[in-house]
């Protein structure tokens, strides 16, 4: 039985890939008419070119297929071993590739900054192990401000431009600024922020002392602190706080953690 729907679900990806090239070359050819109708008769793949890339998420299934008709014909014990070796290879894969993006992000930007880099904020790409959405945070004492460097990186940019990962073409941006080696990092924008004004509000408002405890990216605008990471989408943002220094009770039963951003504020 395992091995029958491992076999189907091959069938059914390789269906699902040859009609997602296959539905392009109609698109190109016929007109948006015909576009329209492939796309009707195509929604899962027309699902996975909207969110994840068509090429991953091809080969993505092909291997999952592949690892699926190997195991069935295994035993228990050996299905548990290589599930367990896969499992460390994906982290493992995941750790090193984070490593590189952080050492492409910090040769990319390295002209550009005047203080230190402290720490840098990834996300990968679903279906796109090479694409990372990447936010730098420069402290720069000699100035009063730390910086706020926000952009995309390709970790293979001759084969995929950072340009063209999914969180770079999903989100608002306007000018970009190709930075590093072969351009591998796209740099969106640079949030320049007071220190004070970050320190103050520390020291005097409570409620914002307590939120640091989770704020890894802060940036304080329009009368309100919010998380950089999660300000993509206007109405959305669940970690904007309006600022209101001595104007309400102090929160409780907060856990004593550490803040993130301790080096911003001189609790180091």
């Not at 460390?88 to 490593?99: D, S």
């Not at 990968?124 to 730098?136: D, G």
């Not at 970009?176 to 220190?195: C, K, N, W, Y």
């Amino acid at each position: 039985m395992v091995l029958r729907r491992c076999r189907l679900h091959f069938r059914a990806i390789t269906l699902a890939c040859s009609g997602h090239c296959g539905g392009v070359e109609r698109t190109q050819s016929r007109g948006k008419g015909r576009r329209d109708a492939a796309d009707r008769a195509l929604p899962a793949h027309h699902a996975i070119d909207e969110h994840h890339p068509a090429g991953g998420g091809c080969i993505a299934g092909h291997c999952g297929s592949a690892v699926c008709l190997d195991h069935a014909s295994r035993s228990p014990r050996a299905r548990a071993g290589m599930a367990l070796a896969g499992c460390v290879l994906i982290i493992a894969g995941f750790t090193g590739a984070a490593r590189a993006a952080r050492s492409v992000v910090r040769d990319a930007l390295g002209p550009e900054v005047h203080g230190r880099i402290i720490d840098i904020v990834l996300s990968p790409n679903p279906s796109a192990p090479f694409c990372w959405a990447a936010i730098a945070i420069e402290l720069d004492e000699a100035a009063g401000e730390y910086v706020l460097w926000r952009g995309t990186l390709s970790l293979a940019p001759r084969w995929k431009a950072p340009t063209t990962c999914a969180l770079h073409r999903f989100t608002p941006v306007g000018d970009v600024t190709r930075l590093g080696r072969e351009g591998q990092f796209a740099l969106r924008d640079s949030i320049h922020q007071p220190l004070q004004r970050l320190r103050d509000a520390a020291q005097r408002d409570c409620w914002a002392r307590e939120w640091l405890r989770f704020g890894r990216a802060p940036v304080i605008a329009e009368g309100a602190i919010f998380d950089l990471r999660y300000a993509e989408r206007v109405g959305q943002d669940f970690t904007r706080m309006p600022l209101a220094p001595g104007r309400r009770e102090c929160p409780s039963y907060l856990p004593e953690w550490g803040m993130p951003r301790a080096d911003l504020i001189g609790r180091n």
